[in-house]
């Protein structure tokens, strides 16, 4: 049974590891969309600098995210290695679901949706935290409209301050401005992201007796792995997505990319520190909305919008689902 419970805790891990370079290559979008749509860095160097920066966030932000994930969405005593490894697969089969139709969606609240999926087929509501789960997704409505409001108002004070400026002069002050905005946005996105797979696998090694902790804890090399494995799926993001977020979504001109991005990313930022887990493709989604929406409503295309969010209603759901029938088809096989 001891070698049989390594064996599962690997190949669980392995999954998790799978999970950050999806959920990086599924979100290369959230964090390179508004400077290749402002077209002030070629996709390239975009991506690559998107991709240290990603790497280096969860270094810099720690990790409340990571223990929210690890304890705050399912009980600990119900966090078996196998409902973790059915939640990571409902989660890494809807991500490249709506990477393969160009859905933005959100990798975090796959990942919540299938960890609760897989934790109510083994022992139904007790097992959720019903606490976290709520704050989850009251916040999967906060972010956005957070990140909208950020945006749009950051927008309205800059065409006030440069209002009497020549276009070509403030589209050359924030097209350099917009370098800086999307390393932090990268930053952030990684801070938020890359704990949640962190969280995942600590939970991991604390179940299976690997990892003996009064607190809850992540390893060096956990950050490491996990940070790695997210910048990696970074650098080989799906332009699928960002084409839908770069050039569907809004146009965009370099101080509005600039106020996306710095909008976004400051609620990522709030948001690591206080240890809640958001989606990376709700705030930057609501904060390219806001921006559109400050020139004039019909400056975004709410059709693509509507879609967007229609993926963020079904994500949960969708990814518990599909949790859920890999829980029960392990079981059948194994049990």
């Given at each position: 049974m001891g070698e049989e419970l390594l064996y599962v805790?690997?190949?669980?891990?392995?999954?998790?590891?799978?999970?950050?370079?999806?959920?990086?290559f599924h979100d290369a979008a959230n964090a390179i969309a508004t400077v290749v749509g402002s077209r002030i860095l070629?996709?390239?160097?975009?991506?690559?600098?998107?991709?240290?920066t990603n790497f280096v966030g969860p270094f810099i932000f720690g990790t409340a995210v990571a223990a929210t994930i690890g304890q705050g969405i399912i009980k600990p005593e119900f966090a078996t290695t196998e409902v973790i490894f059915a939640g990571l697969v409902g989660a890494i089969v809807w991500n490249i679901i709506t990477w393969y139709v160009g859905l933005p969606s959100s990798?975090?609240?796959?990942?919540?949706g299938g960890l609760i999926g897989s934790a109510l087929v083994s022992g139904g509501?007790?097992?959720?935290?019903?606490?976290?789960?709520?704050?989850?997704?009251?916040?999967?409505v906060v972010s956005p409209t957070m990140g909208f409001l950020v945006a749009f108002f950051l927008v309205l004070l800059l065409i006030f301050i440069f209002k009497k400026k020549r276009a070509q002069l403030v589209n050359r002050i924030f097209g350099k401005l917009q370098i800086c905005s999307s390393i932090f946005f990268s930053l952030t996105h990684g801070a938020n992201d890359g704990q949640k797979t962190m969280g995942v696998i600590t939970a991991l090694l604390?179940?299976?007796?690997?990892?003996?902790?009064?607190?809850?804890?992540?390893?060096?090399w956990v950050i490491f792995s996990a940070a790695l494995a997210l910048?990696?799926?970074?650098?080989?993001g799906g332009w699928r997505i960002v084409k839908t977020m770069a050039f569907k979504l809004t146009d965009l001109r370099p101080y509005q990319g600039f106020c996306?991005?710095?909008?976004?990313?400051?609620?990522?930022?709030?948001?690591?520190?206080?240890?809640?887990?958001?989606?990376?493709?709700?705030?930057?989604?609501?904060?390219?909305?806001?921006?559109?929406?400050?020139?004039?409503?019909?400056?975004?295309?709410?059709?693509?919008?509507?879609?967007?969010?229609?993926?963020?209603?079904?994500?949960?759901p969708a990814s518990?689902?599909?949790?859920?029938?890999?829980?029960?088809?392990?079981?059948?096989i194994f049990r």
């Open positions: 805790t690997f190949a669980a891990i392995i999954s998790a590891l799978i999970f950050d370079f999806v959920n990086g070629k996709p390239l160097h975009a991506v690559t600098i998107s991709a240290i990798s975090s609240h796959a990942l919540i509501i007790q097992t959720v935290v019903l606490a976290g789960t709520i704050k989850t997704i009251v916040f999967m604390i179940t299976g007796g690997f990892l003996q902790t009064d607190e809850f804890t992540v390893p060096i910048g990696l799926g970074t650098f080989f996306a991005e710095t909008g976004g990313g400051v609620i990522l930022a709030m948001m690591a520190w206080l240890g809640i887990p958001v989606s990376t493709t709700h705030a930057i989604s609501g904060a390219i909305m806001g921006v559109g929406a400050s020139r004039r409503l019909s400056a975004v295309r709410w059709g693509i919008g509507r879609r967007i969010i229609y993926a963020w209603i079904i994500t949960i518990a689902v599909i949790a859920a029938l890999t829980l029960v088809l392990f079981n059948f």
